[in-house]
């Protein structure tokens, strides 16, 4: 894990969008930090159904999220609003 990001244990589930959103601090200041449910059912191989299923597997799976946010960061793979997305 790179040591000069830390993301916050705050995480909000956006239901219009179908995403999660997460910050990190950085060298660079705060960026916002969005992963589509997609993602993370690619990711664990888990359907949540109810809100609090995917907020519980997004914590079941927050390391492996936050490493592929934090190389995105590195690699200043920001999009046109300046924040992170994994989809």
């Given at each position: 894990m790179n040591q000069s990001i830390i993301f916050s244990e705050l995480?909000?589930?956006v239901p219009q969008s179908q995403?999660?959103?997460v910050s990190a601090m950085t060298?660079?200041?705060e960026v916002v930090?969005?992963?589509s449910n997609e993602r993370l059912k690619q990711l664990s191989q888990e359907t949540p159904w109810r809100e609090?299923?995917?907020l519980d597997c997004f914590e079941r799976h927050r390391f492996d999220i936050e490493?592929?946010?934090?190389a995105k960061i590195v690699?200043?793979?920001f999009a046109e609003d300046?924040?992170?997305?994994l989809y």
């Amino acid at each position: 894990m790179n040591q000069s990001i830390i993301f916050s244990e705050l995480v909000t589930w956006v239901p219009q969008s179908q995403v999660f959103e997460v910050s990190a601090m950085t060298t660079l200041g705060e960026v916002v930090c969005r992963v589509s449910n997609e993602r993370l059912k690619q990711l664990s191989q888990e359907t949540p159904w109810r809100e609090e299923e995917w907020l519980d597997c997004f914590e079941r799976h927050r390391f492996d999220i936050e490493e592929l946010l934090a190389a995105k960061i590195v690699e200043q793979d920001f999009a046109e609003d300046e924040s992170i997305y994994l989809y």
